[in-house]
């Protein structure tokens, strides 16, 4: 069975960094993109960022919401199957609940859609 568990939300002044993680169990890590969305009250789930292992085969590869560029970084940990989120300069446009979400790496796209499994959700909240 197939788990993702976020933590490391929380409230923040603008300015401020967070770190969020998601350990997964019950898949073969690497087999597996990775990726965290967004959802804001009233607003649809946005990808922010996504990183795949292309199968193993060759480096990583991320992606990056434009607004969101040069202020996070995805990245992962094999040996502990995480994925983390680092987020510096934190914006109050970054309030939301973030959501852990993986694929396999086959599986084209960028959609909710197309991500099978997801973890619980943590809120970011970012006063300003």
């Known amino acids: 069975q197939v788990q993702l568990v976020e933590s490391g939300g929380g409230l923040v002044q603008a300015g401020a960094s967070l770190r969020l993680s998601c350990a997964a169990s019950g898949l073969t890590f690497r087999s597996y993109d990775g990726a965290w969305f967004r959802q804001a009250p009233g607003k649809e789930r946005e990808l922010v960022a996504a990183?795949?292992?292309?199968?193993?085969?060759?480096?990583?590869?991320?992606y990056y919401k434009d607004s969101v560029k040069g202020r996070f970084t995805i990245s992962s940990d094999n040996a502990k199957s995480t994925v983390y989120l680092q987020m510096n300069s934190l914006k109050p446009e970054d309030t939301a609940v973030y959501y852990c979400?993986?694929?396999?790496?086959?599986?084209?796209?960028?959609?909710?859609?197309?991500?099978?499994?997801w973890g619980q959700g943590t809120q970011v909240t970012v006063s300003s």
């Open positions: 990183i795949s292992w292309n199968g193993a085969s060759t480096g990583s590869s991320t």
């Open positions: 979400a993986a694929k396999l790496w086959t599986i084209p796209g960028k959609t909710p859609n197309d991500y099978n499994y």
